[in-house]
């Protein structure tokens, strides 16, 4: 399968490549050039091309001659504004989406967020408190989350109307261990990650939007989805990294309530 990563140069990328690039041939995108070869892929197949996702001409180039695309190009920022966050995670959402479904382009996974639910987080984080499962409707906790749910949304519009199927990824916040316990519910690990999109890439599935995370102590976020669907069996845990890391804020906003008068 030919697959476009974008995004290419960011720190996502970099953990996902290697172990995209063992089974399929890839073609790397970013505004930026990526860090290419990256370790591992040395002796990959791999093109790469530069230019902006936002522009439709750039976006239909890259749309054409691929099986798949793994769009992680965005801005990754949870306490950024509209004026960063509506270019990267807006406007470029839309043009890749209009490439592909012209260029007829089968399958598109999609990196979202755990902050597109991150508004359920807090709920399900009291004691006693349900997890968070994906079919209950977005609620972000920021306007990085709402960016998130609004590419979902997108997402499900194509898949309606052409023949390309979508499936979002509600990503956790993806390292190779977590830096800090603010990490250690939503972490998700580098092999758990490949897992997840390489699933991703493969299954029988017309839409859907799945939380990944790993297999942490604390399941948050209910992962059933994602284990039923994609057949996701996460390999790493949390709980294997947190002796001696210090303490450190949740990864999840906090819904800033306003006087409603
Ligand atoms: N980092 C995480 O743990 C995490 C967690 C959940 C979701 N995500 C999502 O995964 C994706 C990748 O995150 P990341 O941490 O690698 O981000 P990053 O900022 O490291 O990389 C994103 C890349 O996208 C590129 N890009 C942005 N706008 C572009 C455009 N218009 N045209 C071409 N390239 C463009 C940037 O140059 C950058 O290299 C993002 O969509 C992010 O929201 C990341």
Known sequence: MRVLITGAAGGVSRLLV?????HHRLRLTDVRPPPYPIDGTETAEAEVLLGDLADPAVAARLCDDVDAIVHLAGNPRPGDGWDL???PNVDAVTTIFDGAS?????????AS??????????????PGGPPVQDDQAPHPCCRYGATKVFAEAAARVYADAYPLSVVCLRLGGCLPAPPHRGWLDTWLGVTDLGQAVRRALQADIRFGTYTITSANPRQVFDLSAA????GYAPTETSVACADGLPDGPSTMCRPQMRDRR
């Open 18 to 22: 290697p172990q995209l690039a063992e």
């Open 85 to 87: 966050l509506r270019g």
């Open 102 to 110: 012209q260029a007829g382009v089968a399958r598109i996974v999609l």
């Open 113 to 126: 967020s755990v902050h597109a639910m991150g508004g359920h987080y807090w709920r399900a984080d009291e």
């Open 227 to 230: 284990r039923n669907d994609l």
